[in-house]
């Protein structure tokens, strides 16, 4: 703003001076330097009326000297500048001349008049344009300044030529000739009715707002930037129990020291230094209540809005009182919704912790469900109609009703269902209290007949319940004992014998020691794990558990309990173990098989380069061998690798006969000496496209079940055949087979015939997920005691689909480029490296992925990069690869891999990667590829 006065007072400046040069009429100066200040002043639109003032009143004060006529030549500009500033600030001039009183007016004064311009109007006329109210007032301010000479400025209204009233300011300086006579009176007239329109808009506005801010519920104060009282609402000086008089101006720090210690301070200062809404609730000690409070950040300083909270933290407080007596009572508590519309079920709002402990359901199973959930098939009709009735009603009602636990358990509460009414007279909820009295029920039919008692209580479990009178002996069991173990005529006498001779023999003494001791001892319940015997024969793992009724002495005078056969629980636990026990040997056998893969690279490439460096055939023939021992390593860590679930299907077209040959050797090592190994190749079976591995554990899997089921030895015959459009093999052994049970589970996973710890189950369901999965089928032939044949079909390749066999007697290919190869394992690097510079390549090796990309920066540029996908450190060779591909786009990386993600490496990476163990070709082949794939973008 002072560079805009600046700016003003060098265009006043300007103007002036050529006029008093010229001898200009002072009046037309001072207008047109006014003019032209508000020209200036007024970009910025926010301050224009205060600026338009200020050129008016720079105007009446340059009136105030004396005139001098100015030149002709120098008119017509002076007439347009000051027709620019009076269009600019509304302004126009005016002169009455003394004696006669003529009145000349700017053309700018007709305009704000509205009213065509004329030469002259009397002064009486003049006088006239004004508001009928406001004529004596510009009369009276006129002839005071014509008789003494004092200067007035006011604002009034004129009535303008359309009849509409407008306010302007009117402004005269009386103009004393050389002797000091007044001989006229000038000044100007400035249309202000917009200003004044936008003043009372703004004026009301603000009363507005004053009568909105002291009539909300809230308290409300303004601070400004140096945290002082701007403003307080009638609700803040009430909840503050201060008068606004006392506060305004006055910092909230020094005025209420208690804030400025806690935490209302800190939020306030993390609100303005964020420039974020602080909301927060606080118990001001010194007026004893809570406050819940929003402080707005702003411009001007913080806005805050605050209510008194105390009566609502007084009812929280009190609510979380009753909530926490509810949930600590013994008996529960449900409320439920009221239903809104006839035919509509209630909906549970809450529940206590009783009813957690008696029904098995959380408060989330149970909010917003109908109580009805809790009912089952022997919850009384009559009792829930009783129950529906009450409440529609609505009125009390109280009932004894069975209910069903989460885990199916039964139990009966007695319940009292009363209702909350609202105004209109209807309910809107319900609260129903009950105490669980199923042990109560069942001590009153105990009491009524025994018998029914025990029979209600059969009725409930699928469990063998028994009842023991310890006075006499006698033992009464339910049918389970004959449904669940087999046992058809239990004797009641002597039932105590009875049921410990049937108990395991390793079991039999600890079982009696303790079930004898329970009664003899204080305790009134007994539970104990055994093996039970079976009407077969065969024993049960069975969970016995029994309550003890004894006598107001405390001597124990009947046991009831029951007998729940868990050996499937068991079981399905050990094979669970079993399961975790299988992933943790084939996590150990996949880092087995990746290290046996680098061990084997190394040994098979060594053999692979002596079998062709050798020249004498003796030596030659031995690094043969070694190189042909070496592949069936690698065969077997494939294999390996498929039992630890890190080798995925690599289809490819195979010849079945040809790879059932080659695992003859390995076949009959694993069927012993006292299994015969017969193969029956038909040559039509032809080609099938399968993994090579996975066909051959399949085999594997299926000859040993052969052999497990011929313990006193056999023999296996593997035959192949075409059918149709397949290809069958067919594995046969003379063992003692399968009946139509054990064959109808035999693909099941984790079934198994085999005692425990001898098989896991998972063999043919592998099997069956293989042959499955490569588009084939899998049947099972056998009867007990004749033996047993799995036939395997897959479809059969055409003669057109089965590739020609590779040739492998080419000269290696090799090259002069530059490969910086990376490997952890030092045999593997020292391998590959010599190879590479067997083949001429120049070679630099790096032990991990970190001094790779330290060789690529200082030792560049190289052709490829060799790199081991597991490596030790924060970057394997996945990883390496991505940067390569970031700091070197068109350098080719080469990836190789021990493990299974040989696939999925092919899917991301641009060059084929290679599995370990790899040969001298399959290197030189790889690497020669990848070059020449991307010598064109080099």
Known sequence: MRRAYAIAGTIFRFPLTGFRQCAADRFTAGLLAGGLSALVLA?????????????????????????????????????????????????????????????????????????????TVTLEEGIGYFAPEWRDTITRHFE?????????DIEVEIIDGAGRRKWVRAIGVAIRDD????????????????????????????????????????????????????????????????????????PIWQEFPEASSGIIRQHYERAVRENRTADFEVFYESLNAWFSVTAYPGAGGLTVYFRDVTKRHAADQHLHLLEMAISRIEDFVIITKAASQPGDRQAIVYVNDAFVRITGYSPQDALGRSPGFLQGPRTDAETIEKVN??????????????????????????????????????????????????????????????????????????????????????????????????????????????????????????????????????????????????????????????????????????????????????????????????EAIGQLTGGVAHDFNN?????????????????????????????????????????????????????????????????????????????ILHLDLDPAAGHVRADAAQLEASIMNLCINARDAMPNGGRVSISTARSGDDAMVRISDD??????????KAFEPFFTTKPFGKGSGLGLSMVYGFVRQSGGRIKIESEPGKGTTVSLSFPRLASTDTPAEPVTNRVLGGGNERILVVEDDPMVRDFAAGTLVSLGYSVTSAGDATEALRILQTDGPFDLVFSDVVMPGPIDGRALANEVRTQHPNLPVVLATGYADIERIGATSRFRPLAKPYTRRQLADALREAIEASGGNR
């Open 43 to 119: 970009w910025p639109s926010k301050y224009l009326w205060l600026w338009i003032v200020g050129a008016a009143l720079f105007i009446a004060l340059r009136l105030r000297h004396g005139a001098v006529e100015p030149r002709p030549r120098d008119l017509y500009g002076n007439q347009a500048l000051l027709d620019i500033a009076g269009k600019v600030a509304k302004l126009g001039g005016w002169v009455v001349h003394l004696p006669d009183r003529r009145i000349e007016w700017s053309d700018e004064i007709w305009a704000i008049h509205e009213r065509p311009r004329g030469k």
């Open 144 to 152: 005071t300044c014509v008789a003494t000479g004092l200067p007035y």
């Open 179 to 250: 002797m000091g006579r007044i001989s006229r009176i000038q000044g100007a007239l400035q249309d202000i009715d917009e200003r004044k329109r936008l003043e009372d808009t703004a004026r009301d506005l603000e009363r507005r707002f004053a009568e909105s801010m002291e009539n909300i519920s809230d308290a409300f104060f303004q601070l400004d930037t140096d945290w002082r009282f701007t403003y307080l609402n009638h609700q803040a000086e009430r909840l503050l129990e201060r008068p606004r008089s006392t506060l305004l101006g006055r």
């Open 389 to 582: 009735r009450g409440i529609a009603l609505p009125r009390p009602i109280r009932a004894e009703i069975l209910n069903y636990a989460r885990d199916g358990r039964e139990y009966w509460v007695d319940m009292s269902i009363a209702p909350i009414v609202g105004s209109d007279g209807g309910a809107t909820h319900f609260v129903a209290t009950g105490r669980d009295i199923t042990e109560k029920k069942r001590a009153a039919e105990r009491l009524a007949e025994s018998e029914e008692r025990f029979s209600i209580v059969a009725m409930m479990t699928t469990d063998a319940i028994w009842d023991w009178d310890i006075a006499t002996g006698r033992v009464q069991w339910n049918s389970n004992i004959a449904s669940v173990f087999g046992h058809d005529d239990v004797p009641v006498e002597d039932g105590f014998r009875e049921w410990e001779s049937r108990i395991h023999p390793d079991d039999r003494e600890r079982v009696a020691s303790s079930v004898l001791a329970a009664v003899d001892g204080a305790v009134d319940t007994w539970l104990e794990e055994y093996r039970f015997r079976r009407g077969t024969g065969t024993y049960a793992e069975v969970l016995d558990q029994g309550h003890i009724i004894r006598n107001a002495a405390g001597a124990a005078t009947r046991m009831v309990g029951g007998v729940r056969d868990i050996t499937e629980t068991r079981l399905n636990e050990a094979k669970r173990l079993q399961a975790q026990r299988l």
């Open 599 to 675: 061990l084997l690279t190394v040994i098979m490439g060594t053999a692979e380069t002596l079998a062709d460096e050798i020249a004498d055939p003796r030596l030659s023939a031995i690094a043969q061998l070694n190189h042909k021992a070496s592949r069936q390593g690698a065969a077997l860590t494939r294999q390996l690798l498929t039992f630890a679930g890190r080798q995925p299907l690599e289809p490819a077209s195979l010849d079945i006969n040809t790879s059932i040959r080659a695992m003859e050797g390995l076949l009959s090592a694993a069927l012993g000496e006292t299994i």
């Open 735 to 744: 063992g003692f087979g399968m009946d139509t049970e054990t064959r109808a």
